[in-house]
């Protein structure tokens, strides 16, 4: 273990010391590596790199075709590099905020959303450029918004074409950013998730302990229109198969006061 | 070892020692909460490495009268210090939602001057989460009122905080249960209030056994989106462990669509059940 943190440290003094860096001068530089074949190395190298990934560290390499300069560098801190280098701050003073921020809290804080997702997301909005990711086993190239957090789950607004999409993040695959930058403009505007404008929507109301209702809300993407009375809740939603699946989880304890349109559940009930 | 010594800890540990070259070992562990073995541990990894030019990465002198530590860094360590955009979200998302850290801007303003300016660069919309996650843990421990996965049960637990983090499922508090001596994992958004003491109901909590489950995969696709979930997969059936009754049956309607259970037909009994009894209410 201690070598392995050992040369994660010795990894990231290379690579944050030159802009870019060859394989060849990685393996020359660190000793663990040198007396190592090029097979050895090469599998020695990738879990180091992963593991610095599963941290943040996003070491990859640059292939510009059109580049004279190649090889490894450093990203996953696009946010603190460009306050280091645009903004006018004492990086010793911001470094103690961040430290005293830390410290306040009461919880170690690991991971709240996927961090070379993050990264990727953030270099793409601040610099307009495009991400390409699969989708649910379908490929899509759009333009980034910002990320929202709802209902326990994070999402990407991102435009795909002309319209404005939601992503669970949680669905995101093989994400890569695109080279070129000021390819659109973001907006300030509140994002409107995807199931929003739709208009199949079903109206519901139950009556369920309040404290179900909250650990389970999640489960389907919704809109609570009226919670007047502590245990009634009115709903409306599009989303039937996860209102199908929070209603199957928690009966027993809850009693539909009126539904518009029972036979949408029925559907699915029936699949 | 008490902290988990990974590289992330490592870049907390230059972090810290970075601002100053003098430091009395007593102030270095309490500044980075570890114990003197692990600083020691530490030295000796940071100072095993060199830069191009040969030179000592960070060199240190321990007067062992004084209890002082003397830090020489090299020009290196200034631009090996940095902070990843996971870790500066994770401080911006709780800036903004956490109301221990929202009281904290208030009063202090380098934290009011560090968030607006993260604010340039994070296109975040936290609305929704104001409701749904109110960190008012206290220092110490907490009684929590929890709903399991697929019960719909509270169980009282008796906690100490100790991490976020989050999965598939959500948002997770890592907290030590306090009677059981183990850490445990707690969805957030199924923490339905956090109690005082007097409510706390040691004897609500159940006894968990392990269920073995098979099912029928209905959907060939669905095997890619398991993700780190153990499962064996057999001529279109499927195998999976879970840790409770309760969590196989949460798990077998969330993937209504995709797996069908076979067995234990308790469970698929109850599952039919469940979709009978919302059949009549219709």
């Not at chain 1, 593991?51 to 696009?78: A, I, P």
Request: aromatic letters at 12%; hydrophobic letters at 35%.
């Amino acid at each position: 273990m201690k070598n392995v943190i050992k040369r994660s440290v010795q990894l990231l003094n290379l690579v944050s010391n030159n802009k870019k860096i060859s394989t060849i001068e990685i393996k020359d530089s660190i000793s663990d590596y040198r007396d190592l074949s090029d097979q050895a190395f090469r599998r020695s190298f990738e879990r180091d790199k992963s593991l610095l990934r599963s941290f943040g560290y996003l070491l990859e390499y640059e292939n510009d075709k059109w580049g004279f300069d190649q090889g490894y560098s450093l990203g996953g801190s696009y946010v603190f590099n460009k306050i280091k280098e645009k903004e006018n701050v004492d990086i010793k003073e911001f470094i103690s905020t961040y430290l005293l921020i830390k410290k306040s809290l009461n919880l170690e804080i690991e991971e709240l959303v996927n961090s070379e997702i993050i990264s990727k997301i953030l270099l793409a909005t601040n610099e307009k450029k495009r991400l390409g990711f699969t989708y649910l086993s379908k490929y899509r190239k759009v333009k980034p918004q910002g990320i929202r957090f709802h209902d326990g789950a994070w999402y990407l607004a991102a435009f795909e074409g002309q319209v404005l999409k939601t992503f669970k993040i949680e669905y995101i695959n093989e994400l890569k950013v695109g080279n070129k930058e000021n390819l659109f403009n973001t907006t300030d505007e509140p994002f409107t998730f995807s199931w929003e404008d739709t208009n199949s929507f079903l109206n519901i109301s139950i009556s369920i302990p309040n404290s179900l209702y909250i650990a389970n809300k999640s489960i389907f993407s919704h809109n609570l229109m009226d919670n007047k009375k502590n245990d009634e809740f009115h709903i409306r939603t599009s989303d039937i198969y996860g209102l199908v699946k929070f209603l199957l989880i928690c009966e027993g304890s809850f009693k539909i006061i009126s539904i518009d349109k029972p036979d949408l559940i029925k559907e699915v009930l029936n699949e | 070892m008490n902290k988990k010594l990974n590289i992330q800890f490592i870049q907390s540990f230059i972090k810290t020692i970075q601002t100053k070259p003098l430091w009395t070992i007593d102030k270095l562990l309490t500044e980075l909460e570890i114990t003197e073995k692990e600083l020691f541990y530490m030295l000796t990894i940071v100072s095993d490495v060199y830069t191009s030019s040969g030179e000592s990465f960070i060199d240190y002198d321990i007067n062992e009268n004084t209890k002082e530590i003397y830090f020489n860094f090299s020009e290196n360590v200034y631009k090996f210090v940095s902070i990843n955009d996971g870790e500066l979200f994770n401080i911006y998302f709780l800036l903004s939602t956490d109301t221990k850290l929202k009281s904290l801007q208030a009063e202090n303003k380098s934290i009011r001057k560090f968030s607006n300016l993260l604010s340039k660069y994070f296109t975040l919309e936290s609305t929704d989460h104001a409701e749904s996650l109110d960190l008012t843990f206290d220092d110490q421990l907490n009684v929590i009122e929890y709903i399991k996965l697929g019960s719909t049960h509270s169980i009282f637990y008796k906690i100490k905080p100790v991490s976020l983090k989050s999965n598939s499922d959500g948002i997770i508090l890592e907290a030590l249960d306090i009677d059981e001596n183990v850490i445990k994992s707690f969805l957030i958004d199924r923490i339905v209030n956090i109690n005082d003491d007097f409510k706390y109901q040691e004897s609500s909590k159940i006894q968990t056994n392990n269920i073995k489950v098979e099912f029928d995969l209905l959907d060939q696709n669905f095997l890619s989106k398991l993700g780190s979930r153990i499962y064996k997969s057999v001529e279109g059936k499927v195998y999976m462990e879970f840790y409770s009754y309760e969590n196989a049956l949460d798990y077998a309607i969330k993937n209504l669509l995709n797996l069908k259970v076979v067995s234990p037909s308790e469970l698929s009994v109850d599952i039919d059940k469940r979709k009978n009894g919302l059949m009549e209410m219709l």
